[in-house]
């Protein structure tokens, strides 16, 4: 089967429009970290309620969400200028995610109507391979040294040490474990192999429908 190149150009579409909803939903999941809040016994580590550990935690990722500029306040904890500039870089790359998110979904549904009208579904195909050919490489790493994959990728997304927080100046950090990172990047590893199993289910669908 041949792909043209505007069905190569569909599926990067489509393969960056379904990891950055992976993450958007992820972040949006506050139900995970709520779970995680029993599950790694945050109050008996912190010493912190549970409505205060909500609270904070709300704060940050309802600030990530935004698109707006105000700025981040936590309810009860303190936040150093070195935490303050690090939310901040966080959110603008959250910002692009969603940016991408939107506008892939936008130009990828009227690729995908246009490939529909010509009966080429070649791109949904390629787009499942590309979604999990991805968290393969991804999942292989963690599963390797998640400690290691963690600090390397907080090395590449910023240029500066401000994501190594002092729990004396920033003690939201304290109610952030590195294994609910962990969980974040499992639920949006699963999320993108869903969207290649979707993506690969509705190409074989379509290919017996066309051989009929």
């Given at each position: 089967?041949?792909?043209?190149?505007w069905?190569?150009?569909?599926?990067?579409?489509l393969?960056?429009?379904l990891?950055s909803?992976a993450v958007?939903?992820?972040?949006?999941c506050?139900?995970?970290?709520?779970?995680?809040i029993?599950a790694?016994?945050?109050p008996?580590?912190?010493?912190?309620?549970?409505?205060?550990i909500?609270?904070?935690?709300d704060a940050?990722?309802d600030?990530?969400?935004?698109f707006?500029n105000?700025?981040l306040?936590f309810?009860?904890?303190?936040?150093?200028?070195g935490?303050r500039?690090h939310f901040e870089?966080?959110?603008?790359?959250?910002?692009?995610?969603?940016?991408i998110?939107?506008f892939g979904?936008?130009?990828?549904?009227?690729?995908?109507?246009r490939?529909?009208?010509?009966?080429?579904y070649?791109?949904l195909?390629l787009?499942a391979?590309l979604?999990?050919?991805?968290?393969?490489v991804?999942?292989a790493?963690?599963?390797?040294?998640?400690?290691?994959?963690?600090a390397a990728?907080?090395?590449?997304?910023?240029?500066n040490?401000?994501w190594?927080f002092?729990p004396?100046t920033d003690p939201?950090?304290?109610?952030?474990p590195?294994?609910?990172?962990?969980?974040c990047?499992?639920m949006?590893?699963?999320l993108?192999?869903?969207g290649s199993?979707i993506?690969?289910?509705?190409?074989?669908?379509?290919?017996?429908?066309n051989?009929?």
């Amino acid at each position: 089967m041949k792909i043209k190149a505007w069905s190569i150009l569909l599926s990067l579409i489509l393969t960056l429009t379904l990891i950055s909803l992976a993450v958007v939903l992820t972040l949006a999941c506050k139900p995970l970290y709520y779970l995680d809040i029993h599950a790694l016994h945050i109050p008996e580590t912190t010493g912190y309620t549970i409505s205060e550990i909500k609270a904070n935690y709300d704060a940050v990722i309802d600030y990530s969400l935004s698109f707006g500029n105000a700025p981040l306040e936590f309810p009860t904890f303190p936040m150093s200028e070195g935490g303050r500039i690090h939310f901040e870089e966080v959110k603008n790359i959250f910002n692009l995610f969603k940016y991408i998110a939107i506008f892939g979904t936008l130009t990828g549904a009227a690729g995908i109507l246009r490939q529909r009208r010509k009966q080429s579904y070649g791109y949904l195909k390629l787009t499942a391979i590309l979604t999990v050919a991805l968290p393969a490489v991804i999942g292989a790493t963690v599963a390797l040294n998640w400690d290691w994959t963690f600090a390397a990728f907080h090395e590449l997304a910023f240029n500066n040490d401000y994501w190594l927080f002092d729990p004396a100046t920033d003690p939201i950090i304290n109610i952030l474990p590195d294994a609910y990172f962990l969980h974040c990047a499992v639920m949006i590893l699963v999320l993108v192999i869903l969207g290649s199993l979707i993506c690969g289910l509705i190409y074989r669908r379509v290919q017996r429908k066309n051989v009929k």
